[in-house]
């Protein structure tokens, strides 16, 4: 057969598999052919450049920016969902049920799931609606907080516990002290310790991702640090986001070791030990914070939206141009 009729029948077979929708049997049949030389023309053609597959789905935007957030930062999964607003709870709630499908789809028996506080958090418990039974525990990764009782830690575990079918631990202390001493002497304490070592042998750990900008930052409603103390975490010591109420840096870098030395939980270089971490947070005012979370490598799976994803990636390129 000459290279002329060759290309003219991988055309036709191509023609009737991709744009008429034949199997290569039905295709083998029309044209008295075997199944295994239908297969044998069709991997010939893709491999010669014959065939150019376009997805364009109607999020496929969002799609595009998931690939482009795991080249740039080596994550192994990311969701971007359409944009959140920055107030109001039912766009949180959206965000929710992407992180509750998430964890269910990567949740397996016998894991030990280690969970932090926050709206975020509290959105996946509201969202979340398994179809079976997990034989999980699930353990606070910090303290309790002040305030409003649905962002806290232990709350969540309970709750998220009660919903999965699995086993819950508490961690009776706040997560915020005066002192370090203080905080060395609760972390001493038999039953404080008992759960940070449950919690240090977590193989999955779920977390928000805070900021530190006092005028929108939540955190500073449920602690004992006050916008004082946040403004100057930001000025004086770099900080840009929080994962557990320690604070890092745009590098990633823990920062502002006055008050994480006050902290009780596990600290970010403890929080690196645990072999799967997905973040969840969301729009604009989050991009910063998660910037430096992914720099500082923190999470393997992000749980995010569109205006989050393009400020990250935005920060990125500002970055490295800058640096080229």
Known sequence: ???????????????????????QTEIAQRLNFSTAKVNRLLLQAREQGYVTITIRTPFQQLFDLEDRL???????????????????????NALGVAAAEFLLTHLRDGDVLGI???????????????????????VPLIGAVQGEISTDSNYLAAHLAERLGGKAYQLHAPVIVDSREQCETLKSMGPVKEILDIARR?????????????????????????A????????????????????????????????AD??????????????YRI??????????????????????????????????????EQDFRKAT
């Open 1 to 23: 057969m000459s290279t002329y009729e060759t290309v003219r029948l991988m055309n036709t077979i191509l023609t009737l598999y991709y744009v008429d929708g034949l199997t």
């Open 70 to 92: 795991k080249a740039v930062f080596g994550l192994q999964h990311v969701v971007v969902i359409p944009a959140v607003a920055e107030s109001g709870s039912s766009p949180l």
């Open 116 to 138: 932090g506080g926050g709206s975020a958090i509290h959105a996946l418990y509201q969202a979340i609606s398994p179809a079976r039974s997990y034989k999980v525990e699930i």
């Open 202 to 226: 977590a193989n999955v750990a779920i977390v928000g991702v805070g900021t530190v900008d006092a005028e929108v930052s939540r955190f500073v409603q449920f602690t004992a640090l006050s």
């Open 228 to 259: 004082e103390d946040m403004t100057r975490i930001a000025r004086d010591c770099g900080g840009v986001g929080d994962i557990n109420a320690f604070v890092f840096d745009a590098e990633g870098k823990p920062c502002a070791q006055e008050y």
């Open 262 to 275: 006050r902290v009780l939980g596990l600290t970010l270089p403890e929080l690196k030990s645990i072999p």
């Open 279 to 316: 973040g969840v947070a969301a729009t604009e005012t989050k991009a910063l914070p998660l910037y430096g979370a992914l720099r500082g490598g923190y999470l393997h799976a992000l749980i995010t939206d569109e205006t989050a994803a393009h400020g990250v990636l935005g920060l990125f």
